[in-house]
């Protein structure tokens, strides 16, 4: 296996959240099959029931069980990797919870048939919560009899960003519900691998003020709670604007040369016929607000220190091969 | 290839009708939902209308372009509306009004909760560790918790327009399912198992009743510790003199969102992902019997352009870049005057011009195709297109700008 300096050697469990509308998912495949590199197992991990996974890679709705979905980018010498898929649910956590600690077999269906995961869910979402961290933990745990671990590394799709830290927090929600008991004592095992250096959480945003601001506030809100590794920020669908700072400056106040852009144009071999040079100066504008803004909003997403990915926009919608182009420019920038 | 256009949604008419008293705006999160939400409140506001918004979200930014510091659980009214004879520097005829409020789920949730037990009660629920959970949590009680404050403002008649952002769920029919789900909860058979011996009292009822229930106290106790099962039993056991209330209240909101002079409008940007939400979402009103106004399209790419296809486009850039390039290996003055420093510059900047132009038109395509892939599923429903903002909004008249979208064009 080829190895190789990335910003996160040694880290197992990569969590990937975002604002709603930034790409997390798309983020989360690009990562897996990044990951899965150089011959390495990667098992990505769904947890909100969308079936997410399933929609980007182009396969039927995933069980809740471990899938090879993918093979990872590879060359001759070195093949790429396997990418598995696992959706996971709270209700399918606890009955194989019950099986694997209690030897509870039918336990766990007779419990779901009476509605425990709805009150879970409703009155103590911790408690759901812990049943989901709780997999990722087990999966990053989990040995291999040949190989030593089963996964070299987990990417979990996990919840928006306005979420994160209370469900990466199991612990200290579960404990404000079981100061002691079973259930305490998992949460607190599961803590205790989300706390490690073996896992980080990665915010996908756009350069948008309010994807923006909620990053901001995420990594704070991880800061404070403590333990919990803030990892990067992935900017997802840039756009650069190949202009230079002078033009973009005057593009944005609305004074560009018309006259520059219908020289351009006319010795393209386009005639500036109804207003061409007038309506494309008219995008260019547009476009060149958009740019300014964006910046102002790379600068404040620096402020935050931690490292940042950028993702190019993929026009037309994110396909296969644009996954594939995604985890290659993650793994120029070394995100794995 | 395309099909046939949807019917337009006539937003101005919808808010212009004052049979029209709520408009509740869903869609998944990210699509611009809030934004839309006080763009049609500021609009009707301008028609005349007295409106309140009921938001959710708790954006700064949406606050500070109404010229609110912040948003609270109280509406606050917000200064600088204008009727539109106002706006053509006309004279004035009596405008509209506009409030806004952000949700506080935990207040509104208390505030419930005080009003349905005597002061006893309430405190001991109030102090009760699954209540703290169960209140300030995210999931279903912030949608659960935005219905009743509709409701409530719906009952205090203060206002005959409410327009409500619904909560940023991760799947938009959360916010149907939540309210029945916490009924459903409260009314649960896990529950009745879990508080009958509370009310009963001790062994004479375990007893009595079958293994089945053993079984799963034994389960339960063995997941969550005896102390934890204490702590839920006396919860329910607190909340039980409560359920009837909630029921009612749940009803009442779900009758209310069915009544005429309620409308929807689910809101998405012209993606896979929302558009496939927007589709579950008509889907699912449809069953239930709810009232869709239509779609709203937002952040629509807009190509002035439209005239120049994305291959001539590019074609034309290669053909600049080319010249570019033979002019730099020519040292910059290549013969027929192709290297001056002005027409290299022109080059850069049509060739930046050429290439976005391409990549607009693209994504407008790509768009228009995932829209018509909506529009032929769902034929009757009327779509209003938001055009994509170069900007931000910052403030009240880029609120104006989006709610212009929907007037006469």
Request: overall charge neutral; charged content about 20%; aromatic content about 4%.
């Amino acid at each position: 296996m080829a190895t190789r300096d990335t910003d996160w050697d040694g880290v197992r469990l990569h969590v990937v959240t975002g604002k709603g509308g930034t790409g997390k998912t798309t983020v989360a495949g690009a990562l897996a099959l990044a990951l899965a590199a150089d011959g390495r197992q990667v098992l990505l991990m769904e947890v909100e029931g969308r079936q997410g996974i399933a929609q980007l890679f182009d396969v039927p709705p995933l069980p809740y069980a471990e899938r090879r979905i993918a093979v990872g980018p590879g060359t001759d010498a070195h093949p790429g990797g396997d990418v598995f898929a696992l959706v996971a649910d709270p209700e399918s956590a606890l009955i194989e919870y019950l099986q694997m600690f209690y030897g509870l077999r039918h336990a766990g269906s007779a419990l779901a048939r009476l509605g425990v995961m709805d009150f879970a869910t409703t009155i103590a979402p911790g408690l759901r919560d812990v049943l989901l961290t709780g997999k990722a933990a087990e999966a990053v745990r989990r040995k291999d009899g040949s190989r030593g671990r089963a996964y070299d590394a987990i990417v979990m799709d996990a919840p928006p960003t306005g979420r994160i830290g209370r469900f990466l927090n199991v612990s200290a929600e579960v404990s404000d519900l079981a100061r002691v008991g079973p259930i305490r004592g998992h949460a607190d095992t599961v803590q205790q691998v989300i706390r490690s250096p073996q896992t980080v959480v990665h915010f996908v945003t756009l350069l948008e003020e309010m994807p923006v601001q909620e990053t901001l506030d995420g990594i704070a809100e991880l800061r404070a709670l403590g333990g919990i590794r803030p990892g990067a920020v992935i900017v997802n669908m840039t756009r650069p604007l190949a202009l230079p700072q002078r033009q973009l400056q005057a593009a944005a106040r609305g004074k560009l040369d018309q006259a520059e852009l219908a020289t351009g144009l006319k010795s393209a071999g386009l005639e500036d016929s109804q207003g061409l040079a007038g309506a494309l100066a008219a995008e260019l504008t547009e476009q060149a607000k958009t740019t300014l803004g964006q910046e102002e909003q790379q600068q404040r997403l620096d402020t935050a220190g931690q490292p940042c990915y950028r993702l190019p926009w993929v026009s037309g919608g994110i396909d296969l091969a644009g996954l594939y182009r995604l985890a290659a420019a993650l793994r120029e920038q070394k995100a794995a | 290839m395309a099909g046939r256009p949807p019917p337009r949604l006539d937003v101005d008419r919808l808010i212009g009708d004052r049979r029209t008293r709520i408009i509740v705006c869903c869609g998944s999160g990210g699509v611009g939902k809030t934004t839309v939400a006080a763009a049609i409140g500021l609009r009707a506001a301008e028609h005349g209308r007295h409106v309140v918004v009921l938001t959710v979200d708790p954006a700064r930014r949406l606050a500070q372009s109404m010229g609110l510091t912040s948003l609270d659980n109280t509406p606050r009214p917000v200064r600088g509306i204008k009727t539109r004879d106002q706006q053509a520097g006309n004279g004035a005829e009596p405008a509209g009004s506009l409030h806004a409020m952000m949700l506080d789920m935990k207040r509104t949730f208390d505030e419930i909760v005080e009003a349905h037990a005597d002061p006893d009660r309430a405190a001991q629920i109030l102090a009760n560790p699954f209540y703290q959970s169960l209140s300030s949590s995210f999931a279903g009680t912030q949608e659960y918790m935005a219905m009743e404050k509709l409701g409530q403002l719906r009952r205090a008649d203060e206002w005959d327009l409410i327009v409500v952002d619904t909560p940023p769920s991760r799947s938009a029919l959360d916010f149907l399912d939540a309210p029945q789900r916490l009924a459903r909860f409260l009314d649960g058979k896990l529950l009745r198992l879990l508080t009958a011996p509370a009310k009963v009292g001790g062994r004479a009822y375990l007893r009595a009743i079958n293994a089945g229930f053993g079984v799963v106290t034994g389960i339960l106790t063995k997941i969550l510790g005896t102390q934890v099962l204490r702590d839920v039993q006396t919860f329910v056991s607190a909340l039980d003199t409560m359920f009837g209330g909630f029921r009612e209240r749940a009803d009442y909101t779900y009758q209310l969102l069915r009544a005429p002079g309620t409308a929807f409008l689910v809101v998405a940007a012209p993606e896979e992902d929302a558009l496939r939400e927007a589709s579950y979402f008509v889907e699912r009103l449809d069953t239930e019997r709810m009232p869709l106004a239509g779609l709203i399209l937002n952040r629509v790419q807009q190509v002035p352009a439209a005239h120049l296809s994305a291959a001539r486009s590019l074609a034309a850039a290669e053909v600049l870049q080319a010249a570019t390039s033979g002019s730099t290996r020519s040292g910059g003055t290549a013969a027929g005057g192709a290297g001056t420093d002005d027409q290299a510059a022109a080059r850069r900047l049509t060739i930046a011009a050429l290439q976005l132009h391409a990549d607009r038109m693209t994504q407008a395509a790509a768009e228009r195709r995932i829209a018509g892939g909506f529009t032929a599923a769902h034929p009757l429903v009327p779509v209003a297109e938001v055009p994509a903002q170069a900007e931000d909004v910052h403030d009240i008249e880029g609120l104006r700008r989006i709610g212009e979208s929907f007037g006469p064009r």
